[in-house]
């Protein structure tokens, strides 16, 4: 099998086997009008954010924020402290004490650092005045570098480009495509190049269909979102996607969970105009599937036994 027959191929797996992930998650203010104390929020997939520009500069944000740190809890709790700031807003981070600034965006990590980042960036979008950014500036900007460029470009503005990181390298280098230090440029070449002939006529398995048709999903969709009020979402995401409903039900009933619950989508409302469109899909799920893998099996002490590319492996 050709090597970019190969890069596909892969992706199919992981769509079949984790669901579609409906990255950019976003996180979602559910208290209503009762007032502020009650503030419930949620960190919520397949939303096809960005709705709206709000939405895209909380994914630049995001973007920031989740440089060389997880995104649970760490990057979720400090959007949700920027948003109960009401600082979710370019002009209110610029004016925002930069005491005030790091203690929110503590939980992420780096905060010092960040906090310098967030500004610069606030002011080159602002700069922008709604215009989408090139990749270029993006990378003039001090602390973005090509990962975080990349992810802006896909996520926010929906470019049809291919974000690498660790564990894309990590994951192909095992699976024999290159060296694990093999540069940024070169990894995602391979992947872009996998998709270049991408017609919209081949789309049923890339787009995870036979998983949108998937009752017990559906099934499990619903349970989710009656458990919304309690439950700690990495281990209701780990359980959902395991398909352990049982045991998602029980996270549930606890009440003493401190993180919003991960919503995940039954299926992604899919209507694409044009191929740029479905690539810009391919290359969100594929990134976020890569994510998934490598927390779940591929990490750094692999645990290759139930790993579905086991057999195509050089790792093993
Ligand atoms: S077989 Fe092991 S090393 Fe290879 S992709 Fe799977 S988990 Fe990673």
């Known amino acids: 099998m050709k090597?970019?027959?190969?890069?596909?191929?892969?992706?199919?797996?992981?769509?079949?086997?984790?669901?579609?992930?409906?990255?950019?998650?976003?996180?979602?203010?559910?208290s209503g009008k009762s007032g502020k104390s009650s503030s419930k929020y949620l960190c919520e997939h397949g939303l096809n954010a960005p709705r709206n520009d709000s939405e895209r500069f909380e994914?630049?944000?995001?973007?920031?924020?989740?440089?060389?740190?997880?995104w649970y809890p760490n990057v979720v709790n400090a959007?949700?402290?920027?948003?109960?700031?009401?600082?979710?807003?370019p002009k209110k981070i610029l004016k925002l004490d930069d005491e005030k600034l790091k203690q929110a965006i503590r939980p992420a990590g780096y905060f010092n650092q960040k906090a310098k980042k967030l500004?610069?960036?606030?002011?080159?979008?602002?700069?922008?005045?709604?215009?989408?950014?090139?990749?270029?500036?993006?990378?003039?900007?001090?602390?973005?570098?090509?990962e975080t460029a990349d992810s802006m470009l896909l996520y926010a503005y929906d470019k049809p480009i291919f974000v690498v990181d660790a564990y894309t390298k990590r994951i192909f280098s095992r699976l024999g495509f290159f060296k694990e230090d093999a540069?940024?440029?070169?990894?995602?070449k391979l992947f872009m190049n996998a998709f270049k002939d991408q017609s919209c006529s081949d789309k049923k398995s890339l787009l995870g269909d036979e998983m949108n048709s998937d009752e017990s999903r559906r099934q499990q969709w619903r349970t989710a979102k009656?458990?919304?009020?309690?439950?700690?979402?990495?281990?209701?995401?780990?359980?959902?996607?395991?398909?352990?409903?049982?045991?998602?039900?029980?996270?549930?009933?606890?009440?003493?969970?401190?993180?919003?619950?991960?919503?995940?989508?039954?299926?992604?409302?899919?209507?694409?105009?044009?191929?740029?469109?479905?690539k810009t899909y391919i290359f969100k799920e594929y990134h976020a599937l890569i994510v998934e893998h490598a927390k779940r099996h591929c990490k750094t002490n692999a645990d290759c036994d139930v790993c579905l590319l086991k057999s195509k492996c050089e790792y093993v």
């Open 119 to 146: 500004k610069e960036f606030c002011r080159f979008y602002m700069g922008l005045n709604g215009r989408n950014p090139s990749r270029e500036a993006l990378l003039n900007i001090w602390g973005i570098g090509p």
């Open 59 to 70: 994914i630049c944000v995001g973007a920031i924020l989740t440089q060389n740190t997880g």
């Open 226 to 278: 009656q458990g919304l009020a309690q439950g700690n979402c990495e281990r209701v995401r780990n359980e959902l996607t395991r398909k352990s409903l049982s045991v998602a039900q029980d996270i549930f009933s606890q009440k003493n969970g401190r993180l919003p619950p991960l919503l995940l989508p039954p299926s992604v409302k899919i209507d694409f105009q044009n191929v740029n469109e479905l």
């Open 183 to 188: 540069a940024y440029d070169e990894v995602q």
């Open 79 to 89: 959007l949700i402290n920027l948003k109960r700031l009401k600082a979710m807003d």
């Open 3 to 30: 090597t970019q027959q190969k890069i596909k191929s892969i992706y199919e797996k992981l769509l079949c086997l984790y669901g579609q992930q409906g990255w950019w998650p976003i996180i979602t203010d559910k």
